[in-house]
Nanobody, 123 residues
Framework: QVQLVESGGGLVQAGASLRLSCVGS????????VGWFRQAPGQGRDFVAA????????HYSDHVKGRFTISRDNSKNTVYLQMNNLNFDDTAVYFC????????????????WGQGTQVTVSS
């Protein structure tokens, strides 16, 4: 069992930055791949970024490539999502999730999910 807690969301103006954190419980967290997803009101859960267990591989959606950076610190059981140059379309609830396989973009392939953190960007 893995428990995930996201934090770092908030209300910001367009062009600002935020850093989200995903803290995982359990000794296995450092061996799991982690993905970030987001869900806007009335929309499905969309892939944002993923990182493999040791941070050597990352992958981003085209919508955030060049603006967002995913990283991890396994000594702290934490994965980060640095979000720069935010725009209105980034407004959503952001979730982190884990699975054992590696870089995967499909949300239904992930096993454990956090409760999410709200990011709101005002134009």
């Amino acid at each position: 069992q893995v428990q995930l807690v996201e934090s770092g969301g908030g209300l910001v103006q367009a062009g600002a930055s935020l850093r989200l954190s995903c803290v995982g419980s359990g000794r296995t967290f450092s061996r799991l791949a982690v993905g970030w997803f987001r869900q806007a009101p009335g929309q499905g859960r969309d892939f944002v970024a993923a990182i493999n267990w040791d941070g050597a591989s990352t992958h981003y959606s085209d919508h955030v490539k060049g603006r967002f950076t995913i990283s991890r610190d396994n000594s702290k059981n934490t994965v980060y999502l640095q979000m720069n140059n935010l725009n209105f379309d980034d407004t959503a609830v952001y979730f982190c999730a884990t699975q054992r396989e590696g870089i995967i973009t499909a949300p239904n392939e992930y096993d454990y999910w956090g409760q999410g953190t709200q990011v709101t960007v005002s134009s």
